[in-house]
C-alpha cells in the first residue's frame, strides 16, 4: 500500500488516502493518517479496503497538493546509520572515527513543527550561507511500544518515506563547539513524502540493513548524491530499540535513518571541494530520490530577516 495525505478542496481538513489504480482514494475527513496507522497492519488493509470500496472522495494526484504523510509527527528522532556518511566526514576533517560509533546508534531530536510537504517551497535558514541538504529513508511508527526489542521492531513500523533533513551548516557547526545541539542548524525544514509506503511493497528488494533502492539527489539538474540504501550500518530495528530504551514510542513519530553516504554537501564538497559542490541558496531546485518510495521535489527560498537579540551577555574576567 502507499499512503498520502493531501490538502482537499472539498473538505475543511487534509485527507488520508490510500494510492490504487493510479488515483488518491480518499478516508472521512476524521480519519488522519496517524489513526489508520495505530491499528497496526490488520488496520492498515482495512482502512484501504475502505476506502476504496466507499471513499470520501477520488483525485488524481497531481490534481491536489500532497502535504507531509505526518503533517505533525509527536516526536521526531534522526539517527546516524550510514557509517559511510559518517566516515568520510570524519576522514575529510583530518579526525579520528569514534569507536561509540560502532558500539550504540546515535540521533538528535528535530523540530516537528517544522515539517514541509514533498513539493512545498523550503526557506534557507536565516543568516545562513552554507545551506544543506540531507538525503535520507525514514520509518513512520504505527504501533506505538515501549523498550522494543529488535525481533519485535518490524511490527512497530507502519511504513517508510524520504526525508530531507535541511541543514544550516555553518550555524550547526558553529554551535556544536559549545557541544550542544544541533539546535538552529537543522530547526527551519524538514521535508518528508510524498507517500508512506507499507512494508510489503518493498520486502522483495530487501538486503544488507535496508533495501537495494538506489538512493539520488540533483541540484538544478545536476546529479550529486548518488547512495544504496542497503548501505545502512545500522538496521532500522536496532534504531527503534534504542530510540524505545526507557521511553515510549507513539504512532506517527518519525525515525530517519540518517544521510546515506555522499548524501549532503558537506560531504561532498570535504572530499572532492567546494567549488565543484556549493552550497545551496534561493532559486536552486532540488530533486531527492528513492527507487520505488518516491520523489522530493522543491525550491529554495530567501530566508526570513533575523530579529535582533535584545542582550549580550558579557564573558567572565579571568582571574590571575
Excluded at 31 to 39: E, F, N, R, Y
Excluded at 80 to 105: C, V
Excluded at 247 to 268: K, Q, R
Aim: aromatic content about 8%; hydrophobic content about 40%.
Amino acid at each position: 500500500m502507499r499512503w498520502a495525505t493531501y490538502s482537499s478542496t472539498t473538505a475543511n481538513a487534509p485527507l488520508a488516502a490510500v494510492l490504487h489504480g493510479g488515483r488518491l482514494h480518499a478516508l472521512p475527513p476524521d480519519l488522519t493518517l496517524t489513526s489508520v496507522i495505530a491499528d497496526g497492519d490488520a488496520g492498515m488493509a482495512a482502512a484501504a479496503e475502505r476506502a476504496t470500496r466507499e471513499p470520501f472522495e477520488v483525485v488524481e494526484p497531481g490534481d491536489v497538493r500532497i502535504l507531509a504523510p505526518i503533517g505533525r509527527p509527536p516526536a521526531f528522532r534522526d539517527f546516524m546509520a550510514f557509517a559511510e556518511h559518517y566516515e568520510s566526514g570524519m576522514a575529510g576533517l583530518g579526525l579520528e572515527t569514534d569507536p561509540l560509533y560502532y558500539r550504540q546508534p546515535t540521533f538528535h531530536f528535530s523540530n516537528p513543527a517544522a515539517i514541509l510537504g514533498p513539493t512545498d517551497l523550503v526557506p534557507v535558514a536565516p543568516g545562513s550561507v552554507k545551506f544543506d541538504y540531507e538525503l535520507e529513508v525514514a520509518v513512520v511508527i504505527g504501533k506505538g511500544g515501549r523498550n522494543i526489542s529488535p525481533a519485535a521492531a518490524e511490527e512497530h513500523i507502519a511504513g517508510y518515506t524520504i526525508l530531507c533533513d535541511w541543514s544550516a551548516r555553518d550555524h550547526q557547526l558553529q554551535e556544536m563547539t559549545l557541544r550542544i545541539g544541533p539546535a538552529k542548524g537543522k530547526d527551519t525544514a524538514t521535508s518528508l513524502g510524498p507517500h508512506l509506503v507499507t512494508k510489503d511493497e518493498l520486502e522483495p528488494r530487501r538486503a544488507g540493513h535496508g533495501f537495494d533502492l538506489a538512493m539520488t539527489a540533483h541540484v538544478n539538474g545536476v546529479l550529486y548524491s548518488s547512495g544504496n540504501w542497503s548501505s545502512m550500518s545500522w538496521p532500522f530495528a536496532d534504531l527503534i530499540a534504542y530510540a524505545s530504551r526507557g521511553t515510549t514510542l507513539v504512532p506517527g513519530d518519525i525515525i530517519g535513518g540518517g544521510t546515506v553516504g555522499t548524501g549532503c554537501i558537506l560531504e561532498l564538497s570535504i572530499v572532492h571541494g567546494g567549488d565543484r559542490y556549493p552550497w545551496l541558496k534561493a532559486g536552486d531546485d532540488v530533486e531527492l530520490t528513492i527507487a520505488e518510495v518516491g520523489t522530493i521535489r522543491t525550491t529554495l527560498t530567501a530566508a526570513d530577516e533575523i530579529i535582533p537579540l535584545s542582550a549580550t551577555p558579557t564573558a567572565p574576567v579571568p582571574t590571575s
